[in-house]
């Protein structure tokens, strides 16, 4: 990790007696490019909003690299003191399958910009419902579904100190050409404080993917974010959305509408491509039987069970994938 400047993220100075932040960037493995002119003057495209921020698609004028920088709306972000060591934490994190952390920007009013790759191919989200062709591949459903789970398994096993994702879903995964995915947004209702953190959390359950046990954004756990990777599973083998429509508080299955009218009458073919079984297999592509696909929902299933104590660990979901793939 590197600093431009002399003073600590987020570090208070007083001016005229009042208590004024500095202006600061924090640099980490593969930002050594970042600098706060080139950050502050890059051309930005916005392509995402939200109540705590905004997404921008940024061209660095220095090196010519387009990066992904996140914006923080500084009334919704956490203490200082917390928001650091946070900040620190995150931009440590290296793995294939995870969104690396660059570089951190703190402004003088307060203002916080996080620093990323841009990933050309975007989303799994858009992958899914922009009808490719590719999205109906078993071995393309399983190259991305074995790497979110290998993303996810780092963040609850390969640590020194668990991280909770806390908002997992198709949009926070992004692809390369190859189609191997990366998981963005981990930890980031860390720095988010209780209040935005929680809008986060409504914004989850709105789209399909809170675990039924979850009330408060502070309650997540690495079993929320395996029932969040669950509808993942789901949402790759079915290319639908996993909307939950009219939802009652007594309904015990906590599946999106039509996952649970499927399984309830036991039409689980309706749950995925009709063409997943004979999708455009190449001669040196394994084909994939109807019992591999039955398995792997079956894990789906089991990752979203009403029970968090019934739902798999990271490591059983990755041991029963790699048995499906075998």
Same mark, same amino acid.
């Given at each position: 990790?590197?600093?431009?400047?002399?003073? &600590?993220?987020?570090?208070?100075?007083?001016?005229?007696?009042?208590?004024?932040?500095?202006?600061?960037?924090?640099?980490?493995?593969?930002?050594?490019?970042?600098?706060?002119? &080139?950050?502050?003057?890059?051309?930005?495209?916005?392509?995402?909003?939200? +109540?705590?921020?905004?997404?921008?698609?940024?061209?660095?004028?220095?090196?010519?690299?387009?990066?992904?920088?996140?914006?923080?709306?500084?009334?919704?972000?956490?203490?200082?003191?917390?928001?650091?060591?946070?900040?620190e934490l995150l931009g440590c994190i290296r793995h294939p399958n995870l969104v690396p952390l660059l570089g951190f920007y703190a402004g003088s009013r307060g203002e916080k910009l996080l620093v990323h790759p841009f990933f050309r191919r975007g989303n799994l989200?858009?992958?899914?419902?922009?009808?490719?062709?590719?999205?109906?591949?078993?071995?393309?459903?399983?190259?991305?579904?074995?790497?979110?789970?290998?993303?996810?398994?780092?963040?609850?096993?390969?640590?020194?100190?668990?991280?909770?994702?806390?908002?997992?879903?198709?949009?926070?995964?992004?692809?390369?050409?190859?189609?191997?995915?990366?998981?963005?947004?981990?930890?980031?209702?860390?720095?988010?404080?209780?209040?935005?953190?929680?809008?986060?959390?409504?914004?989850?359950?709105?789209?399909?993917?809170?675990?039924?046990?979850? #009330?408060?954004?502070?309650?997540?756990?690495?079993?929320?974010?395996?029932?969040?990777?669950?509808? #993942?599973?789901?949402?790759?083998?079915?290319?639908?959305?996993?909307?939950?429509? +009219?939802?009652?508080? &007594?309904?015990?299955?906590?599946?999106?509408?039509?996952?649970?009218?499927?399984?309830?009458?036991?039409?689980?073919?309706?749950?995925?491509?009709?063409?997943?079984?004979?999708?455009?297999?190449?001669?040196?592509?394994?084909?994939?039987?109807?019992?591999?696909?039955?398995?792997?929902?079956?894990?789906?299933?089991?990752?979203?069970?009403?029970?968090?104590?019934?739902?798999?660990?990271?490591?059983?979901?990755?041991?029963?994938?790699?048995?499906?793939?075998?």
């Amino acid at each position: 990790m590197a600093k431009n400047g002399n003073h &600590d993220v987020e570090s208070p100075e007083q001016r005229n007696g009042e208590e004024t932040e500095t202006e600061d960037l924090v640099i980490f493995q593969g930002g050594q490019d970042l600098t706060i002119v &080139d950050i502050l003057d890059a051309p930005g495209e916005v392509i995402g909003k939200s +109540n705590y921020g905004t997404l921008y698609k940024a061209l660095l004028q220095r090196s010519n690299c387009v990066r992904l920088l996140r914006f923080l709306r500084p009334v919704c972000t956490a203490r200082a003191k917390d928001f650091g060591q946070v900040i620190e934490l995150l931009g440590c994190i290296r793995h294939p399958n995870l969104v690396p952390l660059l570089g951190f920007y703190a402004g003088s009013r307060g203002e916080k910009l996080l620093v990323h790759p841009f990933f050309r191919r975007g989303n799994l989200a858009q992958f899914i419902r922009d009808g490719n062709a590719d999205s109906h591949k078993w071995t393309i459903i399983y190259r991305i579904s074995i790497g979110i789970a290998k993303g996810l398994d780092y963040l609850h096993t390969g640590l020194q100190k668990p991280i909770v994702h806390g908002n997992l879903k198709s949009k926070n995964i992004l692809l390369d050409g190859s189609h191997l995915p990366f998981i963005s947004d981990f930890g980031l209702h860390l720095l988010l404080n209780p209040t935005a953190a929680q809008e986060m959390l409504e914004a989850s359950a709105a789209d399909g993917y809170k675990a039924p046990e979850l #009330i408060k954004m502070k309650d997540a756990s690495e079993q929320t974010d395996i029932y969040s990777f669950g509808i #993942i599973l789901l949402e790759l083998i079915s290319g639908k959305e996993p909307i939950n429509e +009219n939802p009652t508080p &007594d309904d015990d299955f906590h599946l999106p509408t039509y996952m649970r009218n499927a399984v309830l009458d036991r039409r689980i073919t309706d749950l995925y491509h009709p063409g997943i079984l004979v999708s455009n297999q190449s001669d040196n592509e394994k084909l994939v039987t109807e019992e591999c696909v039955l398995k792997f929902f079956q894990l789906a299933m089991a990752c979203c069970s009403p029970s968090p104590s019934l739902r798999p660990n990271i490591k059983q979901v990755l041991w029963k994938l790699e048995e499906i793939g075998r």
